[in-house]
C-alpha cells in the first residue's frame, strides 16, 4: 500500500509566497472592476476578483510545485517524520 508524501503538503508555503505578489503585481496593472470575462463584465467586487484571482495563482503556483516535487523523484525526509 502506498502512503501519501507529506512533502506534497509542504509545497502550500512556498507557492502561497509566490502567488501573493503575483496578485499584487497583476493588480498593480489591470483594475480588478475592468475585467471582462467571455465579452461580458465579470460582475465581481473588486474583493471578490482579488481573492478569486488570489486562489486561482497560488493553485497554479502549487501546481508547479508538485509537479517540480514530482518530476524530480520527491523522497521522504527522515528528520521531518513526526
Not at 22 to 49: C, K, N, Q, R
Amino acid at each position: 500500500m502506498r502512503t501519501r508524501n507529506p512533502n506534497y503538503l509542504r509545497a502550500m508555503w512556498p507557492s502561497f509566497l509566490v502567488a501573493f505578489p503575483a496578485t499584487a503585481l497583476l493588480f498593480s496593472a489591470i483594475d480588478p472592476g475592468e475585467v471582462v470575462l467571455f465579452g461580458h463584465p465579470a460582475g465581481i467586487s473588486h474583493l471578490g476578483m482579488y481573492t478569486l484571482v488570489f486562489l486561482l495563482l497560488w493553485l497554479l503556483c502549487y501546481a508547479a510545485s508538485v509537479l517540480n516535487l514530482w518530476l524530480f523523484g520527491c523522497r521522504r525526509d527522515a528528520q521531518w517524520d513526526d
